[in-house]
């Protein structure tokens, strides 16, 4: 079964430095999601992403953060200057329509800024 | 409570037993989700219910959706030792496009 695959599963990164985090969606879906889950708290959204534009954010989702479908297979997020705060696991997630249809998430990447 | 919320917050009960967890919502919606999550692993797509629907089943499983009391529940019916996991609602509504607000989760230990 297709799945939204996401590298790495691990990332360390000090403070202020940038951090992109990468996922493959699965290939013939068109709506792309970036979510996080701070340790012991629940899943935010962060952005959405259709036709080569972001369609929705979060509050979160502020000026250190971008996202990029630099090919036809993958989906980057990009925090430019990283805060102790963005220490959480980062979840993708793609769906096949906007509406009506499950968004299938990866297993994530846990990023720990030092 | 919030958009999404789970009750209750855990649960343990033994291998072959049913699960029943329950997912509360405010505002009107346009789809409610439930997601597993193993212990520091990726959120796994259950089932998808729509507004317009009332009741789905997906082999073990089980989903209810009560729109006039803006409510959820999942059945895990004949559990095993595997089910234990977190279990998770997500709501979308039409306002807010397919961003997914999720709930705190109910964590099911099935003992075996």
């Known amino acids: 079964e297709p799945e939204v695959t996401q590298t790495p599963s691990h990332q360390v990164t000090q403070m202020g430095q940038e951090v992109i985090l990468r996922c493959v969606p699965i290939?013939?879906?068109?709506?792309f999601y970036w979510y996080r889950q701070i340790l012991g708290q629940k899943v935010e959204f962060l952005v959405s992403f259709y036709n080569n534009e972001i369609s929705e954010k979060s509050e979160i989702f502020d000026d250190q953060f971008s996202v990029e479908r630099p090919d036809g297979s993958n989906f980057t997020l990009k925090i430019r200057s990283t805060k102790l705060e963005d220490s959480a696991m980062y979840f993708c997630a793609s769906s096949a329509r906007e509406l009506n249809q499950p968004q299938h998430f990866g297993d994530g990447t846990r990023l720990s800024i030092l | 409570s919030q958009q999404g919320e789970e009750d209750p917050q855990a649960l343990s009960i033994q291998e072959g037993e049913n699960a029943t967890m329950n997912c509360s919502y405010k505002t009107s919606i346009n789809n409610l989700q439930w997601y597993r999550q193993n212990s520091g692993r990726g959120l796994v797509h259950l089932i998808l219910?729509?507004?317009?629907?009332r009741e789905k089943h997906s082999g073990r499983l089980r989903v209810t959706l009560d729109t006039s009391k803006k409510s959820s529940s999942l059945l895990i019916t004949a559990s095993r030792a595997a089910d234990t996991a977190s279990y998770f609602c997500?709501?979308?509504?039409?306002?807010?496009?397919?961003?997914?607000?999720f709930g705190g989760g109910t964590r099911v230990l099935v003992k075996p």
């Open positions: 290939s013939n879906h068109l709506y």
């Open positions: 219910i729509r507004s317009n629907e």
């Open positions: 997500a709501t979308d509504t039409k306002a807010a496009g397919n961003k997914l607000t």
